[in-house]
């Protein structure tokens, strides 16, 4: 079979350059067999065009630099085949981030203020023994933990977000499940109500409203719909608790959604 002829139509902005406006710039190259995006694009760079501004690091879904979005889905330029879209492929940077140039934007930033916001770290007032054994936990324990870890920070999943467009405070999906990591992890010794403190807010899980494009676009398949029905129960659970007060029967522990 021939090879395709591919039109990547590619938004180009340089923001220290701010004469030349925001526009697209069309690239024409022909496919190659088990051609990705990030290939494509790094013909482009190399062949055609020095100047063009785009992120990667692992190529292989691991690193999230290299997210943008792809006819208007957020996807990764390295796991995306280009046979598996049309010959004209249209390209965005990110949305909701800070523009660094093209298709290059700023998630670092973001990442680090959120993980800050949500103080992701174990609290413990245990002192740190350097000789000591390290913290046992069960199998199923440290397998809950792990899922949860899997995020790549690529910003697909707030890129996606309706929520996160209106309010640029919304800690999104991203943030909702580094909250959840650290709610199941046994070595934590935040109270319900610290969380609360965390996420009981418009800016946290009574944010969301629902539509779950986190969820579809997770280029990772992280349980983000699951994990925000947990927040929500454990978060539901904990108001009850400080309303019935400690003489009534408790309300059952929601268990982990792995
Ligand atoms: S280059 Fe690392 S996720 Fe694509």
Redesign the pocket.
């Known amino acids: 079979m021939a090879n395709r002829t591919l039109t990547l139509s590619t938004f180009r902005y340089n923001p220290y350059d701010p004469d030349l406006g925001p526009r697209m710039q069309e690239y024409i190259l022909e496919e190659t067999p088990r051609m990705t995006l ?1 290939t494509a694009l790094t013909r482009i760079r190399e062949d055609m065009d020095p100047s063009l501004q785009f ?13 943008m979005l792809v006819n208007g889905h957020p996807r ?4 995306t085949r280009t046979d598996q879209l049309p010959t004209k492929i249209n390209l965005h940077p990110l949305p909701f981030f800070r523009l660094i140039g093209d298709l290059s934007v700023d998630t670092g930033s973001w990442f680090a203020e959120m993980a800050h916001r949500v103080e992701s770290w174990v609290h413990t007032s245990k002192a740190f023994n350097p000789d000591g054994e390290e913290e046992r936990m069960s199998n199923d324990q440290a397998l809950s933990v792990y899922e949860l870890e899997r995020c ?1 920070e ?1 910003g697909c999943c707030v890129a996606a977000c309706v929520t996160a467009q209106m309010r640029d405070d919304f800690l999104g999906a991203a943030g909702l499940l580094r909250v959840a990591r650290f709610w199941i992890d046994p070595r934590d010794q935040r109270t319900d109500a610290d969380f609360y403190d965390v996420v009981g807010t418009d800016a946290g899980v009574f944010g969301c409203v629902g539509l779950l494009a986190c969820h579809d676009y997770c ?1 990772k398949n992280l349980p983000l719909m699951e994990q925000l029905a947990y927040l929500r129960r454990r978060i539901m659970l904990a108001s009850l608790r400080s309303a019935v007060g400690k003489k009534e029967r408790q309300p059952k522990e929601p268990e982990a959604v792995p």
């Open positions: 990030f992120d990667f690091v692992c190529r292989s879904a691991v690193c999230g630099s290299c997210a990764l330029a390295c796991r790549i690529c280029p």
